[in-house]
């Protein structure tokens, strides 16, 4: 409360006396003719409310008022506060989401590739299985198992011809060295008998 000094007269009239507050008169009869102060007093707004039961209760009530005032702008505060909080919030969850569900649509679509890998794989895989046991028929219905047999008596006979091969390339070689040597010798002879007939030439008469 404010603590400004009020003035207070008791004020003595032809008429009879009176009270004044500030300058109002608050009881007592008007001075008509004039007056005399009697007294002259400095109080305090408190004290005249506290002297009138009233006003106490109205300044209690104004005082209640104002108090309620103050907390519900409080609370209108930290409501407002409390909001732009759960704003934020929401806004961080809704981001969350949606990068959530930007993950989930992306290993979707991951998921389906795949799965449609997987299918084409199982199919390949089924075509070939097929393709697999029609050759296997057909190589047995044309007589397979007989080239296998022919192949594996080849292979097994496989260490005997190359021996043979072996002995015939050695013998070949020596059969050519036999060749060049019975050249040799005849070239050597025929050379012999054609000095011997050029001598018998000479030795003709002339």
């Known amino acids: 409360m404010s603590e400004d000094k009020y003035e207070v007269l008791f004020m003595q009239g032809v008429e009879g006396p009176s009270i004044y507050i500030n300058d109002y008169r608050i009881c007592g009869n008007k001075p008509w003719g004039g007056g005399t102060i009697g007294h002259k007093w400095q109080t305090t707004l408190d004290s005249i409310i506290n002297a009138i039961p009233a006003l106490t209760a109205l300044r209690e009530e104004v005082e209640n008022q104002r108090n309620k005032r103050k907390h519900e702008e409080e609370l209108k505060l930290e409501a407002y506060e409390e909001n732009g909080n759960l704003r934020a919030a929401l806004q961080a969850v809704e981001r969350e989401r949606d990068d ?107």
């Open 100 to 206: 959530l569900a930007s993950e989930l649509a992306l290993n979707a679509s991951m998921l389906a590739e795949q799965c449609d890998l997987a299918r084409v794989a199982e199919m390949e895989w089924m075509r070939f299985k097929k393709l697999w046991v029609e050759s296997e028929s057909k190589f047995h219905h044309v007589g397979g198992q007989k080239m296998l047999d022919r192949l594996n008596y080849l292979n097994e006979q496989e260490p005997k011809l190359i021996q043979r091969a072996e002995k015939a390339e050695a013998a070949l070689k020596k059969a050519e060295k036999e060749v060049e040597k019975c050249q040799t010798c005849s070239q050597y002879e025929a050379r012999k008998r054609a000095e011997a007939k050029l001598r018998e030439i000479e030795e003709l008469p002339s």
